[in-house]
Each structure stands twice: as structure tokens, then as C-alpha cells.
């Protein structure tokens, strides 16, 4: 049996809570996903996704998301669309 070993680490409640609800819907506990994330680390020699500072406007519209404020709604998808010129 190969040997295990235990990480602690420190994150906010709420980030942990929400992820972990995305995991249980993924039928994956966190141990499972930490060990799939360092074995895409191992296979990729490195992070398994870009990392890099996205663009403000972006950043700034994850962050109104995130909060619920400065959000557009639309009554269908068709009035999205209509509004992004698609």
C-alpha cells in the first residue's frame, strides 16, 4: 500500500463551502480532487491552466458578479443576444 500524507491548509469558509458543493455534485470528496489536482500538476509539469492577471474589465465584472451588484438582466436569451450585437 503506498503511503499517504496529510495538507492542512488555511482558505475562507465561504469559498470552501462552495466548492465542496460543486465536488459532492462531481461525486468527488476533496481529498479526491486535491490528488487529481496534483497529478495534473505532475503530468503537466506545472499548473494545469494558465495563471495570469485577467483583463480589468473582467476582473472588474467577476468581482460585481461575485457580490450581485451592477448586474443586467434579461427577460429571455434573445434579448441578451440583442444586446451584445449577436
Known amino acids: 500500500m503506498a503511503k499517504t500524507t496529510t495538507i492542512s491548509v488555511r ?7 462552495h ?3 460543486i465536488l459532492v455534485s462531481l461525486g468527488l470528496t476533496p481529498s479526491q480532487a486535491i490528488n487529481v489536482f496534483y497529478k495534473q500538476i505532475t503530468f503537466q509539469n506545472g499548473l494545469p491552466f494558465p495563471v495570469k492577471i485577467p483583463e480589468m474589465k473582467l476582473n472588474e465584472a467577476s468581482i460585481d458578479a461575485m457580490e450581485e ?3 443586467d438582466e434579461y427577460k429571455t436569451p434573445s434579448d441578451l443576444y440583442e444586446e451584445l450585437g449577436i
Open 11 to 17: 482558505m475562507d469558509a465561504e469559498l470552501k463551502n
Open 19 to 21: 466548492a465542496e458543493n
Open 69 to 71: 451588484k451592477n448586474l
